[in-house]
């Protein structure tokens, strides 16, 4: 029990501090928790992409006392792996949504591949991401599916829109990017590293206001590399205006966001909720 209280710790803490951790590729083959360490039910299986990566994925069952109609597929950002964000899918898992997390190739116990890591992000990853929806399309056919996506993910499920916009429903982004060179400036100018888009900008901002489904856009009022200002000044070059909740800090820290008073991820999963079940 007191080994699962310091596991707990170190990935509170890692949370605490994600920002500086993120904005390079940095996989970690290591898991430093699983649902069943903090006695969550789950099932661990391998979705095969079209291209012969095994992903290892974990699918969280729902709380049966408030099951729901939607699964969210979790589209982490660009540093550890699919265990780093075990509290937060349990979070939404516990609110009665079925809950699906997997690591992209080269991550976790997924398959290897050599990450560049200054890319903003492979494209390679939208392969990976598209296996996922559809094998949960193929096995949620009577639920409703929905893509949350971090930073890194949210370039990712932008880049594989097109091809899987047909099995999803609705998008939740948080620290979302809009335009790959300024993102680049931005990292260069904040953190002082060189980094590279695996497609041009134009081509990126062509695919993002072309998504026709409800979205709902998440921005911290603190964070330097993809602004609140980017969120309020892009709403309506979407094809559909997203939903935009601002909260107090930095990048990805809206988890933290009022965990004083509410505790950990309530203001955010209660925000998510209300935009799952209105949309």
Do not use: C
Not at 175 to 180: C, D, E, G, I, L
Not at 224 to 250: C, H, L, M
């Amino acid at each position: 029990m007191y080994r699962l209280y310091i596991i707990a710790m170190k990935i509170i803490l890692f949370l605490l501090f994600l920002p500086f951790n993120l904005l390079a590729i940095d996989p970690d083959r290591e898991y430093t928790l699983t649902p069943h360490s903090i006695g969550w039910e789950y099932e661990e299986l391998t979705v095969t992409t079209e291209d012969g990566f095994d992903l290892n994925t974990w699918i969280y069952a729902p709380n049966p006392d408030n099951e729901k109609d939607e699964v969210l597929i979790l589209a982490y950002p660009d540093a550890g792996n699919m265990s780093f964000y075990v509290y937060h899918a349990s979070i939404l898992a516990n609110l009665g949504y079925t809950v699906i997390t997997f690591d992209y190739r080269g991550f976790g116990k997924s398959s290897d591949f050599e990450i560049k890591p200054n890319n903003l992000f492979h494209l390679e990853f939208s392969n990976d991401l598209k296996a996922i929806v559809d094998f949960t399309k193929s096995r949620f056919q009577d639920k409703n599916i929905g893509i949350w996506a971090w930073s890194m993910g949210t370039m990712v499920t932008t880049y594989a829109f097109e091809e899987i916009k047909g099995n999803i429903d609705f998008l939740i982004y948080d620290a979302f990017v809009y335009n790959p060179e300024n993102h680049i400036q931005r990292i260069k100018s904040v953190k002082g590293k060189e980094t590279f888009s695996p497609i041009k900008s134009e081509d990126y901002i062509q695919k993002w206001k072309a998504i026709d489904i409800p979205i709902l856009l998440f921005a911290g009022k603190e964070d330097k590399i993809t602004t609140a200002q980017d969120a309020k000044s892009n709403r309506y070059e979407f094809n559909i205006k997203p939903v935009i909740k601002i909260y107090d800090g930095g990048h990805l820290m809206g988890f933290q966001h009022e965990i004083e008073t509410r505790g950990f991820g309530n203001w955010y999963s209660t925000k998510m909720d209300e935009f799952i079940q209105k949309k």
